[in-house]
């Protein structure tokens, strides 16, 4: 069995997730607090738009699924070959992906930033080309984090996710 990525619509998450849970599929949805500043109470969907299911590959027809009322598809990334015929088949997640993503939850199964980033508040890259590189944070929402930062000698708009950035103190 592995896990796959199931593109679902948004705000329709945990409603598509009930309904592949009763057609037998294991469904993981991971959640976050949502944002008080929009005036919004409880958790939302750490992935808007997104759900994990997990399904056995060439056992598990994935027809079902995807006829499921809220899916959108399940994710393909690329063909590969069976019986020498190419399929493009939906691309599985590596469980040690699932496991770390649960792994960072609170015991009521919520995941948490561990640092409330306010306006004005000088931040680092972690990875990717601009590693290393400052920025200053001019908001927040969900999981990102809107930021300015200095390339080619001008300002420019970045977003970046709470876990590609840290504080700088």
């Known amino acids: 069995m592995q896990w796959y990525v ?3 619509k948004t705000r329709e998450e945990e409603k598509t997730g009930l309904r592949l849970t009763h057609q037998g599929y294991r469904v993981y949805l991971p959640l976050t607090l949502a944002d008080r500043r929009r005036r919004q109470n409880g ?5 808007p738009g997104y759900l994990f299911c997990r399904m056995q590959k060439w056992r598990d027809n994935f027809h079902p699924v995807s006829k499921t009322p809220g ?29 770390a993503l649960k792994q960072l939850e609170t015991d009521q199964g919520i995941h948490m930033t561990d640092h409330d980033y306010k306006e004005g508040e000088r931040i680092r890259i972690l990875s990717g080309p601009l590693k290393d590189r ?8 969900q999981e990102r984090i809107d930021a300015l930062m200095e390339i080619m000698g001008q300002q420019q708009r970045m977003r970046f996710g709470y876990g590609e950035v840290e504080p700088i103190e």
Do not use: H
Request: proline share 11%; no cysteine; hydrophobic share 45%.
């Open 6 to 8: 199931v593109q679902v």
């Open 43 to 47: 958790t939302i969907p750490l992935f």
């Open 71 to 99: 899916v959108l598809k399940i994710v393909r990334m690329s063909p590969e070959e069976k019986d020498g015929i190419r399929y493009v088949m939906p691309t599985p997640v590596p469980d040690n992906l699932i496991d």
């Open 134 to 141: 400052e920025a200053i944070v001019t908001g927040t929402a």
